[in-house]
Structure formats: C-alpha cells, structure tokens
C-alpha cells in the first residue's frame, strides 16, 4: 500500500472536522432511523444489528447521547416519517467508478440531485450493477495502532476470522465478511486493540490509478459534491491515488 491512498481512507483520515456537524448528525439520525424501520422497529441496539453499527457511527462522530436517545425513540413513533434506501452508480470524471447510497423520502428528488452532480462534474450516471461488479460488500474495523504492528494486528485479526488487514496513517483497517462483522470486532477488543470503528462498506477489488494532481483534485471534488447533499449517506470511489 505504500505510496497509495484510496478515497475512504483519505476520507476517513481528514476525520469529522470537514463536515458540517448539523448535516452530519442529520445523516446519522436518518441511518438510526431506517435501521429501526427495517428492524421491524426493534428499538434496542442489542437485538438490532443494524441499528447498533448506526448507534456506534454517531458515538464515533461525537453525536450527543441525548440526539441518539431522540432519534431511536423519534424511529420507533409514528413521526419517523418514511425513508427509503436508493443506490446509485456512475462514473467520475476521467472514469473510476463510483457508488452512492442514500437514505430518502423523495426519490425523484435524489436521483436528480446525484445525476446533476455525476453530469455537472464531467461523470455520468451509469445503469444497476455497472459498476458494483468492481466493489465487494464488507465488514470494515478501524483499530488505532496505539504501537502495534501490522505484523502484530494481522495475526491477531487472522485468528478472530478477518479476511485482510490493511495499514493507514494512524489506524489499521480490518476487513471482514459482513456477518462476521460483530463478532469480529468484540474478539480484537478482547485482545486490548483499541477499536473506533464498525460499518459495512463497499470495498473496491477493482482500482484505477490517478498519478496526475489536478485530475485528484478534481475528483476529490466531485465525490465531496456528492456528500454534500443531505439524502446521500456515503460515497465509495476505487480511486488509487499514486504518489509520482
């Protein structure tokens, strides 16, 4: 991985600071929402796999107890309102592929918005499955290194059942399959790692270099164009940035 950067990593390492913090815990009350809803509105974290990685998101981004307390009690009641999940996929512009999940109540309104921004930003919108073919669905742990290895966090990961173990500045990333993820997880902190982090992602299998700074720049923009809007959740890119 030396010399390369993928956008989530890249993303993950600028940390929360970059969001605006209103939009942010708004994004993290619809994903507390749509898990209760698709949970059959079981409310409690324990028994909702789901809503327990949800709850965690919006620990991890400094959500007050109090807004996660409203938002799974605001999920269970009838004002929770009706939100749909709706993916997209596209092409950014010079042509890595691009996966959008987003969390709506109007998606005639989303699709316009996302396809206004693929169109707007030299990408284009592409077809169901054009490009998730090149992404796979995992469960993905970020564990502070806190002195360790990645000799160290890989051996312990292998024997709690992680597929692979990737190396970034400051933090490891433990990939697994997305019903192990849980599991996973409470055997790496049972072993002392110090975990800040659960979700399930789309992990890119297939990567297209970018060597050229403006070309990063500018499609940096765009997937940050992306985010910006309140009914998209989050944006995954196979952008393999390569030092020159």
């Not at 996929?89 to 042509?95: I, L, R």
């Not at 992404?135 to 290194?145: A, R």
Request: net charge negative; charged share 25%.
């Amino acid at each position: 991985m030396s010399g390369h950067s993928k956008w989530a990593t890249i993303k993950r390492q600028k940390g929360a600071n970059d969001a605006k913090r209103g939009q942010l815990f708004t994004k993290l009350s619809k994903a507390i929402t749509i898990a209760v809803q698709q949970g059959g509105g079981v409310a409690d974290p324990d028994s909702n796999f789901r809503l327990r990685l949800a709850v965690e998101a919006a620990r991890g981004a400094n959500m007050p107890k109090e807004n996660i307390e409203r938002a799974i009690s605001r999920a269970a009641g009838k004002e929770a309102g009706n939100l749909e999940e709706a993916v997209y996929e596209g092409f950014g512009p010079g042509g890595f592929s691009v996966i959008v999940e987003t969390l709506t109540d109007n998606k005639q309104r989303t699709v316009s918005d996302v396809k206004s921004t693929f169109d707007k930003n030299g990408g284009s919108m592409g077809s169901q499955g054009s490009v998730q073919y090149q992404f796979e669905k995992k469960g993905m742990i970020t564990v502070e290194k806190k002195g360790n290895t990645l000799d160290d966090v890989f051996m312990i990961a292998a024997e709690a059942g992680a597929d692979d173990v990737e190396e970034g500045e400051e933090e490891f990333f433990v990939y697994t399959s997305p019903t192990d993820l849980m599991k996973t997880s409470s055997a790496l902190s049972a072993q002392g790692l110090a975990i800040t982090g659960a979700e399930l992602l789309w992990r890119p299998i297939v990567l297209f270099a970018i060597s050229d700074q403006s070309i990063v720049d500018k499609a940096f923009a765009f997937l940050e164009k992306l985010e910006d809007f309140d009914d998209v959740q989050k944006v995954y890119a196979n952008i393999d940035v390569i030092n020159s």
